[in-house]
């Protein structure tokens, strides 16, 4: 007996040991992140973000501090996208979930088995902590869609920003049903906040990310999918055996693309797009712009297309004149000279090689020559063989 308390005391010892350890590794790690984080400024030249804007894709990357970006939804998209975004040194990030982590999850990217049980909102935040611990988090464990939680969920989008009282800088929308994504809309439509909707197709081979600006672009309500224009419960369409699948590669793209166009939008370079698919069987892309329905059943979406109309028509667009071309007369040309071309279209056309079929949209930019046909020798001019010497002399005897 004495032997196994002395065994267990051991155990118990090397446990604490080892528990010591593990902290001091982790407080080796956060310090080696904090001063890893401390080198991003514009003096460091060997920062990869700052780089951005020495090469002029920027004006001024370390802005990107400034921003809070709310995430709904932390599955597959939404924990790759906060992700992401901690790692490009976003200021706050606000994490909505109600979800726990599970085994199924594993196939993504981000959660780790150790993690089963947990929330997602606290694996997440445990984590993207560690990857960068300059970023501010708020994590909210709750289902938007109830009364109670979705007054909380306005009231964070309209007063959680870095400073107290000040709305967020962007809403993404990175949930699974269509319950939460009309929540999401309605809530952005009431308050005016631009927000972007992503989501994975239940056979997890294609995805979109649309931007939706309250008035001026189409919002989610304007151009409903079936199972919400009928007003059906979409729980009832569940079949018996059959979930969702999953892929961590068309996860990762979707959540590529939001992030992405969330820094254009932020940092204010290139485009956002207005809607971006993704089609994995055939690498299909397609992009397209939906204005507003007029007779959007969200009444708010109604009141912020007035609202719009009435910004447009107080600041209108200058009018842009076209300047023609003035066509170039010579005042004088006595010998009439004139550039004819003396190959006809028929003729620069048959001499083209053919062109590839190319998707709409996309041109070559040169042709190869079309062969050249056994006729074409008949058309040389023949030369009588004559020595430069020859012609010397014939040259001298004139």
Avoid at 141 to 147: G, R
Avoid at 218 to 223: D, E
Avoid at 287 to 301: A, G, I, V
Avoid at 318 to 334: C, F, Q, S, T, Y
Wanted: glycine letters at 6%; hydrophobic letters at 35%.
């Amino acid at each position: 007996m004495a032997d196994v308390a002395e065994l267990q005391k051991r155990l118990k010892h090397l446990e604490e040991e080892l528990k010591a350890e593990k902290q001091k590794n982790q407080h080796t790690v956060r310090t080696k992140i904090a001063e890893m984080s401390s080198e991003v400024v514009d003096s460091n030249p060997y920062s990869r973000l700052m780089a951005l804007k020495r090469m002029g894709i920027v004006d001024n990357y370390e802005r990107i501090r400034d921003y809070t970006v709310a995430v709904v939804g932390v599955g597959g998209v939404g924990s790759v996208t906060a992700e992401m975004l901690t790692r490009c040194g976003i200021g706050k990030l606000i994490l909505f979930d109600y979800d726990k982590v599970e085994l199924a999850n594993m196939n993504r990217l981000f959660y780790q088995p150790h993690q089963s049980g947990m929330s997602k909102v606290e694996a997440a935040e445990r984590t993207l902590k560690e990857i960068n611990p300059d970023v501010e988090f708020e994590t909210y464990n709750y289902n938007i869609t109830t009364m109670d939680n979705f007054s909380h969920f306005m009231d964070r989008i309209q007063h959680g920003g870095l400073k107290d009282g000040v709305p967020v800088d962007l809403v993404l929308s990175c949930v699974d049903n269509f319950e939460a994504r009309m929540a999401i809309n309605a809530a952005c439509n009431e308050l005016g906040q631009n927000w972007i909707e992503s989501g994975v197709s239940e056979n997890a081979v294609s995805g979109h990310i649309q931007f939706v600006i309250p008035g001026e672009t189409a919002c989610f309500a304007c151009a409903p999918p079936l199972v919400v224009a009928t007003k059906t419960d979409e729980r009832t369409l569940k079949r018996e055996g059959v979930c969702a699948a999953s892929l961590p590669t068309t996860m990762a793209v979707v959540a590529g693309f939001l992030v992405q166009n969330t820094l254009k939008y932020l940092l204010k370079f290139g485009d956002v797009t207005h809607y971006l698919g993704y089609n994995a069987l055939q690498d299909f892309f397609p992009t397209m712009s939906m204005k507003p329905n007029e007779q959007c059943d969200d009444r708010h979406c109604q009141r912020q297309q007035a609202e719009y109309k009435k910004r447009e028509a107080a600041n209108p667009k200058p009018v842009v004149v076209e300047k023609k071309e003035e066509e170039v007369i010579h005042e004088d040309n006595p010998f009439e000279i004139e550039l004819v071309s003396e190959t006809s279209a028929e003729e620069l056309s048959a001499a083209e090689g053919p062109r590839p079929k190319l998707t709409e949209g996309l041109r070559v930019a040169y042709t190869v020559p079309a062969p050249q046909n056994e006729s074409d020798a008949d058309n040389t001019v023949e030369t009588e063989e004559t020595s430069l010497d020859d012609l010397m002399n014939q040259m001298k005897a004139l």
